[in-house]
């Protein structure tokens, strides 16, 4: 009973959030990863285009609250996502149009689109900001928990509860449609498999006769989508605040190094080595121990192995001991 | 002469302007402008020489500065004797614990063959001196920040004079840049940037949260100043001369003698505010200076033609014997000192350290588009950058206001779209550096003042 009650314990508080928190970064991680495969530069705006994406979905939300429109027990906000889809691909493909075309026809170095993206990342701070305010947003509605931790006891007789929020099943399950769906994509239609070599050689891709203006424009539909919902799905599982979200560009680079920069399944799973390494590390075995050990060997301390506050710093430190020893990553990178 | 017209004349416009904000708004503000601007002018001079000479992306500005401004603290604090007592031994002898698993892994890296024997022997000693290391520091750091935690709570420094500091500072940022370096800079551009990026956000994080070295986000106030404190100044004689002087012509308007006297003691508090933002610029002018000659010389000089070589052609320059990856981590530790020296100077003249302002787009991307926007390889133009970005940086809420005024004057005051203009006036900040570094990029790529290659 002590062990089922133990594991009850991880499944709680490190399982199902890590998954979760896992999932969102694993999108974020994808888009940079198509952005640095196919349009070759680290895009610094990667949190705030999120933010972007995630406000247009909380415009949509309050004004479809305001009509009336509801999604039964589901959050309002999933209704909302394709229509900010709608203008996250607007946005992108202005921005394509006016900052980093130039700059991909006169054929700069990365390092100089990196720069570019840092312009980009201040405009957009600049507009979610001045459109939506600097301040926290709560846009969910609907169920919140799908099972709540006093039915989960009541219904097994254990001592430990197991509280899963709906918002977290709509995370993995949503993150897991897009993910199949993309990679089904890039594997098995033309366009995807065009993408592919367009990454893998540039010029040998333009002499098969791959129009580079139409791989372009799909990786910002793609990369809108990306950032729309993975966006959407953090700020339903915790809250819509723009600096929080470009702070969360940090863990989002982490993980697409982790798995191998420009490798959109390295990035999935880079997502979630970080989230697990995050949350593993930093949490409390106390009572887990109290569970599985006798009582004479009960720990004093709260047997932590890194104090919360250096959340952010284990996965910072995950990556650039990944970096100096593997630099192309985990799952080998460079190659979509 | 003609050559450096371009300079002058864009120095010239740079001063107008303060002037300018300091007839219309108040010398004060002129003076705080003035001097983050020479804060920042180090700053872009340290990226400079990384990026202008170098071409080394650092994104971990925002790490150097915060560690400068950890050094202000450890100099300049007192000591505070009873957390010594209290938690002193477990912490030094910690330290040498530390300093001896550091140097057991460096002979056994240097004296025994590549093996996976070695390896789980290096990664056992870590492990093992980690969990160590934490039984012996673990009480100690508990009965520091026991010490009276609303007030001290932490060890405090060496109690020395604050300028100080501007060296330690520099020796800080530079010890931490060499470690970087070492393990870092064979990386591409851009996997530099982002392992920078995280390692100055986890510098961050430690300064943060090792609360018994730097009072973490409990912020340390009140630090000693190189400058006279105003309070002072109001009862000094010569000073009240001084001020009496200088307004001669106005008081002189004045009649009543009450009035006179209430008219004066006014000057005389405003006088010593400016008086004490003119001694810090006064100071940090030396530093300024002093660097520009430094920098000046060394990029004419032919390490500074070696290190442009390396720039822009790392293979040529290798091929010609020079020492690509010997230099390039001697000039990313010079630069990162530089910017050490800056982040030391700013928590002088705040004359407080707080932790959780460290934000890395004041700090780290905001110097990246002072040093793109004046002009990367030419010292003088990323002094300029650094000028014209913080004024900017400072000035736009005003005329981000005067332009929301502008451009809704037929609108209602209580208008909604006016009202919620005018609440998201302090952003428009960030739109007009991003649309600065955009027009820039595009328009006039090597910066305001870009550089110039002579040959003599």
């Known amino acids: 009973m002590d062990f089922i009650n133990a594991l009850i314990l991880l499944l709680n508080y490190i399982f199902v959030p890590a998954l979760a928190y896992g999932s969102q ?103 979610v900001r ?136 390295g990035a999935f799973l880079g997502g979630y080595v970080i989230a697990f390494s995050e949350i593993l590390l930093t949490y409390a075995y106390r009572k887990f121990f109290m569970y599985v050990l006798p009582e004479s060997m009960e720990p004093d301390g709260l047997v932590q192995l890194l104090s919360t506050d250096y959340k952010f710093a284990v996965s910072f430190s995950i990556l650039v ?16 | 002469m003609r050559k450096y017209l371009n300079v002058i004349a864009a120095y010239s416009i740079m001063m107008g302007l303060i002037i300018l904000v300091g007839i219309f708004q108040s010398w ?39 560690l400068g401004g950890l050094a202000a603290v450890l100099i300049s604090v007192d000591p505070v004797q009873e957390a010594w007592s209290a938690g002193g031994p477990n912490i030094l002898l910690s330290l040498f614990l530390l300093i001896g698993v550091i140097l057991a892994v460096k002979y056994i890296l240097k004296n025994y063959k590549k093996s996976k024997s070695r390896f789980y022997i290096v990664a056992a000693i870590i492990i093992l001196g980690i969990i160590i290391i934490r039984f012996i520091s673990e009480p100690g750091i508990e009965a520091i920040e026991e010490v009276n935690p609303a007030k001290t709570g932490f060890l405090g420094g060496l109690g020395l004079p604050i300028i100080f500091s501007w060296i330690v500072g520099a020796l800080f940022a530079g010890g931490l840049a060499f470690v970087i370096g070492k393990v870092a800079l064979g990386l591409r551009a851009d996997y530099l940037a982002i392992a920078t990026l995280l390692i100055s956000e986890i510098v961050i994080a430690i300064i943060k949260h090792e609360d018994w070295l730097t009072r973490g986000v409990k912020n340390v106030i009140g630090l000693k100043r190189p400058a006279p404190y105003e309070v002072n100044l109001q009862q000094t004689d010569w000073f009240i001369n001084i001020v009496e002087k200088f307004n001669f012509s106005k008081l ?44 000046q010389k060394a990029l004419y000089s032919p390490w500074g033609r070696m290190m442009r070589a390396i720039r822009d052609n790392e293979e040529a320059a290798n091929a010609m014997g020079k020492n690509v990856v010997k230099q390039h981590l001697l000039i990313f530790v010079l630069g990162s000192a530089i910017v050490g020296i ?115």
């Open chain 2, 342 to 456: 800056a982040g030391a100077m700013l928590v002088t003249q705040d004359g407080l350290f707080t932790p959780g302002s460290y934000r890395p787009l004041r700090y780290t991307f905001l110097i990246w588009v002072m040093v793109i926007v004046g002009g990367s390889g030419n010292n003088f133009g990323a002094i300029l950058g650094g000028f014209v970005v913080w004024f900017l940086w400072i000035e736009a809420a005003p005329i981000g206001l005067y332009l929301v005024n502008l451009t809704t004057a037929g609108l209602d005051d209580t208008h909604f779209l006016k009202v919620h203009l005018i609440e998201s006036v302090p952003y428009f900040r960030f739109l007009m550096m991003g649309i600065g570094l955009l027009l820039i990029m595009r328009y006039r790529p090597k910066g305001i003042l870009p550089e110039k290659i002579e040959i003599k």
């Open chain 1, 130 to 265: 001045i459109i939506i305010g600097p301040s926290d947003r709560r846009f969910f509605d609907g169920e919140k928990f799908l099972i709540k931790a006093g039915e989960f006891k009541e219904m097994t007789g254990l001592n430990e509860g197991l509280a899963i929020k709906s918002t977290q099943v709509i995370t993995i399950i949503v993150t897991l449609i897009l993910v199949s769906s993309l990679f089904w994509f890039l594997n098995k239609t033309k366009t995807g498999k065009s993408m592919r070599a367009y990454s893998d050689n540039e010029d040998l891709a333009l002499l098969s006769g791959i129009d580079p203006k139409k791989i372009v424009m799909i990786t910002w539909i793609i990369a809108a989508i990306l950032a729309t919902i993975g966006g959407t799905l953090y700020g339903l599982d915790k809250s819509f605040k723009p600096f929080t979200y470009f702070n969360n560009m940090l863990p989002i680079f982490a993980a697409a190094i982790v798995g191998g920069i420009g490798n959109p399944f």
């Open chain 2, 252 to 295: 002189n308007l004045i009649t009543d003698l009450t009035e006179r006297q209430a008219a004066l003691n006014q000057f005389v508090i405003e006088g010593s505010s400016i008086f004490v933002k003119l001694c810090y610029s006064g100071l940090f002018l030396i530093v300024v200076i002093i660097l520009l000659i430094l920098t």
């Open chain 1, 25 to 127: 970064l694993a999108l974020g991680a994808i888009f940079v990863t198509l952005i640095y495969g196919i349009l070759r530069f680290a895009n610094f705006a990667t949190g705030d285009m999120m933010a972007f994406g995630t406000m247009f979905t909380v415009l949509f939300t309050w004004y479809f609250q305001s009509v009336g429109i509801s999604f039964g027990v589901l959050p309002t906000a999933l209704l909302a996502i394709p229509f900010a889809i709608v203008f996250m691909i607007g946005y992108m493909l202005v921005i394509d149009k006016f900052v980093f075309k130039y700059y991909r026809v006169k054929k700069s170095p990365p390092v100089q689109l990196a720069m570019v993206s840092i312009g980009v990342m201040f405009v957009t701070q600049a507009v």
């Open chain 2, 28 to 66: 004060n503000i002129a003076l705080s402008i003035f001097n983050l601007c020479l804060i920042s002018a180090v700053m872009t001079m340290g990226a400079n020489i990384q990026w202008g000479y170098a071409g080394l992306i650092n994104f971990g500005i925002m790490g150097f500065t915060a």
């Open chain 1, 321 to 336: 001991i990944v970096l100096l020893y593997r630099p192309s990553g985990i799952f080998k990178g460079k190659v979509l």
